[in-house]
């Protein structure tokens, strides 16, 4: 049997102590690195307190850190300590692959001379007045990427063996990750500041609540809408805002519909006309990663200029209907009687009469629907008696039939038990449902299901038609009952005044109408209308 060598036993048995001690002299180097670094995620603050750290730790008299501008395709000088001139308020830029520093980073290596004597030729030639005899350079990686070099310099010759170059690359890392950090928080501070930047100077009112419906943001053009001061309502319940309680209800009930929707409406103020899009915000949580509400944001728009032009717009219409509808009355009266004494046996006149009498019939429609608007909204010949709504839309759904049956359609009624009877003009609400039943028809394709149906809350009727044919997107949905206004293609005829009708009607009728509707997902449109508007009853509105 062999008798080991004691004396080698011994030897290695110091090496490995040895080895073990720098391995531990290096680990708690990094570690106190990396307990410096984190402290701050402001990049200044971490550049300076970064270079102070590993010169400590490693016992270095000077040293710098450069990052890399991707941008400009530099490396730039950001730290710099023990150095006789500065270099960093006018920053040092290194163009990529120039000198030392382009070693660095083309090859991803350390770089080490421990001879520097003044003759080297340098990307940046004045370095060599700063005298340093000793430089070491270790690229600093974060993200899988190389984000800067580190470097250690002396001034003696040989001043760094290869445990310090060791220590040197170990500890570039971990400073690397830590300005990655700061500089990805500054990054997205930045962004922050420009996003605050866009949202205070847009016209439109942006509020931002939590949860609770606490404002966490509210900008200047939302604080002028509201006439309130912003500052002074960040963290407030939106219940105790002291803005118009007509706006405020309004946006309580928004708030409570269900995550994931869009709420889009108007308010309608004595002096201001606001129109209103409620988002709730969602995000996914970094724990469970589920998605869930977070939040609602509200964008407010004055569209009071809109609604004076529509004052004046629909006055000359009122004025050009009356006097477009004699002259068409008599066009078609010719037509009807040059059709007449044509007979059948010139089709080709009697084709182009058709086309003529189409357009007039078309125009007769525009007509009619205006002078409809004009007449439920000065509130001609309204009368009110009672009847049982459910038996109406049983009669309109009926009327539309033979739209049905032309696109394949089925249409089912819904009605609560015990429903009210309601006091309103019968015309005008039948009449306002045949115009929801109309669009539903028309928007939809073959096939397609429509329902109506009718439910009583308070004093109010609910009646809604809902079908799963196109959808609105949210956008368009608070302008739908415009007047004029039509978000379909131009293929589906229509007058834009269908939508307008039912307003007025369920207005008239101390109501008020509403959409839902998801683009792909279907429309749902609604009108409510208070069961009892008989001359003892105080509409309300
Ligand atoms: P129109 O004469 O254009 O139908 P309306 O006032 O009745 O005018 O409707 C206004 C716009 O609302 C329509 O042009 C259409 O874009 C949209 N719309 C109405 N009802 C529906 C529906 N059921 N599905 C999809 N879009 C609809």
Redesign the pocket.
């Known amino acids: 049997m062999v008798q080991p060598d004691i004396q080698s036993l011994l030897h290695q048995n110091r090496l490995l102590t040895e080895e073990v001690k720098r391995r531990i002299d290096q680990l708690g180097a990094i570690n106190m690195v990396a307990a410096t670094v984190s402290q701050s995620l402001d990049l200044d603050v971490t550049l300076k307190t970064a270079l102070r750290a590993v010169l400590d730790v490693i016992g270095a008299e000077a040293g710098g850190i450069s990052l890399i501008d991707e941008k400009s395709r530099e490396v730039v000088l950001r730290a710099q300590q023990g150095w006789p001139h500065d270099w960093v308020t006018q920053p040092m830029r290194i163009p990529f692959g120039q000198g030392m520093s382009g070693q660095v980073i083309t090859r991803d290596e350390l770089v080490v001379d421990n001879d520097l004597d003044g003759t080297e030729t340098l990307a940046v030639p004045q370095f060599h007045n700063e005298k340093f005899r000793a430089i070491a350079m270790a690229p600093m990686h974060a993200r899988g990427r190389i984000i800067g070099i580190l470097s250690i310099m002396s001034n003696q010759r040989d001043a760094f063996n290869t445990e310090i170059v060791a220590l040197l690359k170990s500890v570039a890392d971990t400073v690397g990750i830590a300005l990655d950090n700061a500089r990805l928080y500054e990054t997205t501070a930045e962004q922050e500041e420009r996003l605050r930047a866009i949202y205070q100077a847009t016209g439109e009112g942006i509020i931002a609540t939590d949860l609770q419906g606490r404002i966490s943001l509210i900008n200047h053009a939302a604080a002028t809408i509201f006439d309130v001061n912003a500052d002074s309502l960040i963290g407030t319940p939106l219940r105790d805002a002291p803005i118009n309680p007509r706006v405020r209800d309004s946006l309580l009930h928004a708030l409570s519909a269900s995550s994931g929707e869009k709420k889009s409406f108007q308010v309608n103020l004595d002096t201001k006309l606001l129109s209103i899009v409620v988002t709730s915000i969602i995000i996914e949580s970094t724990v469970d990663q589920i998605e869930h509400n977070d939040g609602w944001v509200i964008v407010v728009q004055d569209i009071t200029h809109f609604r004076e032009a529509d004052i004046q717009k629909s006055e000359f219409i009122r004025a050009a209907a009356h006097d477009m509808k004699n002259p068409l009355g008599v066009a078609l009266g010719s037509l009807n009687l040059l059709n007449e004494f044509i007979g059948p046996d010139d089709p080709s006149s009697q084709e182009l009469i058709q086309l003529g009498l189409n357009g007039i019939n078309r125009l007769q429609d525009l007509i009619n629907d205006l002078l409809h608007l004009e007449q439920i909204e000065h509130g001609y010949g309204v009368s009110m008696i009672e009847f049982d709504l459910h038996a109406l839309i049983q009669e309109a759904v009926s009327d539309i039939k033979p739209l049905l049956a032309e696109k394949n359609l089925t249409c089912t009624v819904e009605a609560a038990d015990s429903l009210p009877k309601i006091t309103a003009d019968r015309r005008w609400v039948k009449r306002a449902l045949m ?1 929801y039943l109309d ?2 028809t ?2 939809t394709e073959p096939g397609d299901q429509i329902t109506a149906r009718t439910y009583a809350n308070g004093p109010l009727l609910y009646v809604e038609v809902s ?1 799963n ?4 997107p949210v956008e368009a949905q608070s302008r ?1 009952f415009e007047r004029f ?4 293609d131009d293929r589906v005829k ?7 009708i039912v307003k007025s009607v369920a207005e008239k009728h101390g109501g008020g109408v509403f959409v839902k509707s998801q683009a792909n997902k279907g ?1 749902t ?1 609604g009108m409510t209308l208070r069961w009892d508007n008989s001359p003892a009853a105080k509409p309300v509105g």
């Open positions: 115009n669009n539903a028309k928007y079908d044919g196109p959808g609105i739908l206004y039509r978000a379909a229509g007058t834009g005044l269908g939508l307008a429309s449109f």
